[in-house]
């Protein structure tokens, strides 16, 4: 049996995530011990159910509870020019958001409601008709 879990993207990096997880990810807009929901990219599932395709992830459900706001390491930047007198120095810290995953499924309505519409035949558009009139024309 192998576990379950999720690739999501938040803040334009990528994370593996499970079920209990708790990460930093970049600042999120959104007030602490609220649920947010994840963007999947890809679903695991416990035996050997896999999910990638777009239509597919619209029925993966990541959800993760802000556990708080925080600032991460103060980082000096120093610029340095020899010979010409140029020194700067900057500093830089992150705004980060602790989250933790406490939803990861696979949407069972969904999951059937896809299965019925791959089984349906799309139907068959209606062929153009013949002779470049339209049914307008009178003449």
Not at 33 to 38: C, N, Y
Not at 62 to 75: C, D, M, N, Y
Not at 87 to 101: A, D, F, P, W
Request: proline fraction near 5%; avoid cysteine; charge should be positive.
């Amino acid at each position: 049996m192998k576990a379950m879990y999720a690739i999501v993207k938040t803040g334009g990096k990528q994370y593996r995530v499970h079920r209990g997880q708790t990460l930093l990810v970049e600042r999120l807009a959104a007030e602490e011990g609220s649920t947010v929901a994840l963007e999947p990219l890809l679903f695991r599932g416990d035996g050997d159910e896999a999910v990638f395709a777009g239509d597919d992830l619209g029925r993966v459900q990541v959800s993760a509870t802000i556990l708080g706001h925080e600032r991460g390491p103060k980082l000096r930047v120093f610029k340095f020019k020899p010979k010409r007198g140029y020194k700067r120095r900057t500093g830089h810290r992150q705004e980060l958001t602790r989250i933790e995953v406490t939803e990861l499924a696979l949407g069972a309505a969904a999951k059937r409601a896809s299965r019925a519409a791959k089984a349906k035949p799309k139907p068959e558009p209606e062929p153009a008709q013949a002779g470049g009139e339209e049914a307008g024309d009178g003449a």
